[in-house]
């Protein structure tokens, strides 16, 4: 079992760039999260999917950020136009839901934005 | 507002000293409440939560509904303690976890 996968697992672009990270969670786990964790933080939930429904986006910057997990499954995170503040690791996580067993996370990818 | 305090942005030991890792939440209802740790180049990963009371690693947590405290302990640290902790809180009726700041644990040999 490989666990959460993401990638890429680091990126560096320029101010004003587009970036998409993608995410393909622990078979079988029907609920999908993606996290920002900035340096000397603890991540903090951005989006969460139930199935390929999005059950809470409150934290989600919506002028800018936008995620789709279109079949259920692997999901894309997206940052149009990136700023400088987005330097961060973005992590993504996959459970059961409240069926319980706890999150598993991926090795996130770190952005830098120059 | 819930949230998930951890004082102590880092703690150095030697090896064989006890340890205690400082967590206090603040929540009205009933938490569910974790530990999560992070090695050294490797991801977040869970170590315990409350409700299954059990020991990973030697460490354990007690809930303290009095003093919204979940303190992770051990009674002797290894050098393969080392890393970064985190705890975190489920926010009721979700599984929306709310993390703290993290601590980060040092054992000297």
């Known amino acids: 079992e490989a666990g959460v996968v993401q990638s890429p697992r680091y990126k560096i672009i320029e101010k004003k760039q587009p970036v998409a990270f993608w995410c393909n969670p622990i078979s079988g786990h029907n609920t999908l999260y993606w996290y920002l964790q900035n340096l000397g933080q603890g991540p903090e939930l951005l989006i969460r999917y139930e199935n390929e429904e999005a059950v809470d986006d409150s934290q989600l910057p919506k002028d800018r950020f936008s995620a789709e997990r279109l079949k259920g499954v692997d999901s894309t995170l997206k940052i149009q136009p990136a700023e400088l503040g987005d330097s961060a690791v973005y992590l993504c996580?996959?459970?059961?839901?409240?069926?319980?067993?706890?999150?598993?996370f991926g090795p996130g990818t770190r952005l830098t934005v120059l | 507002a819930q949230r998930v305090t951890q004082p102590e942005k880092l703690l150095s030991v030697f090896k064989g000293a006890p340890v205690e890792l400082k967590c206090n939440y603040s929540y009205s209802g009933s938490p569910e409440l974790f530990w999560y740790v992070q090695y050294s180049r490797q991801r977040l990963q869970l170590l315990l939560r409350h409700i299954s009371r059990e020991s990973i690693k030697g460490f354990t947590a007690d809930l303290n509904k009095g003093e919204t405290s979940f303190h992770l302990k051990k009674p002797f640290a290894q050098e393969e303690d080392s890393a970064m902790y985190y705890c975190?809180?489920?926010?009721?009726?979700?599984?929306?976890?709310?993390f703290g700041t993290g601590t980060r644990l040092q054992v000297f040999p």
């Open positions: 996580a996959s459970s059961q839901g409240l069926a319980g067993g706890g999150q598993f």
């Open positions: 975190a809180l489920i926010q009721g009726g979700t599984d929306k976890l709310i």
